[in-house]
Nanobody, 115 residues
Framework: QVQLVESGGGLVQPGGSLRLSCAASGSIFSSNAMGWYRQAPGKQRALLATITSGGITNYADSVKGRFTISRDNDKNTVYLQMNSLKPEDTAVYYC?????????WGQGTQVTVSS
């Protein structure tokens, strides 16, 4: 069993920044990939970024250059630094951990970009 707890969401003005954190606990293997997704109202959950335990990253085109994913393997924590936020970034943000064919999800954290 893996538990994921996100934090750092909130209300921010357009052009602002937020940093999301996600702490993982439980049965975590040394080889895994952690990621961030988001789901806006009426839309499907969409992949934003992933990072392997070796530090290899991948980004969706929609956030490339604005969002940065990073992780601290000692703390089993993944981060998402979000800059230049836009109203269309408003969504519930979820972190994930994938290992050996299974994927676990956090409960989500709301990010609202509005003036």
């Amino acid at each position: 069993q893996v538990q994921l707890v996100e934090s750092g969401g909130g209300l921010v003005q357009p052009g602002g920044s937020l940093r999301l954190s996600c702490a993982a606990s439980g049965s975590i293997f040394s080889s895994n990939a952690m990621g961030w997704y988001r789901q806006a109202p009426g839309k499907q959950r969409a992949l934003l970024a992933t990072i392997t335990s070796g530090g290899i990253t991948n980004y969706a085109d929609s956030v490339k250059g604005r969002f940065t994913i990073s992780r601290d393997n000692d703390k089993n924590t993944v981060y998402l630094q979000m800059n230049s936020l836009k109203p269309e970034d408003t969504a519930v943000y979820y972190c994930s951990l994938q290992q050996y064919g299974s994927i676990s999800w956090g409960q989500g954290t709301q990010v609202t970009v509005s003036s």
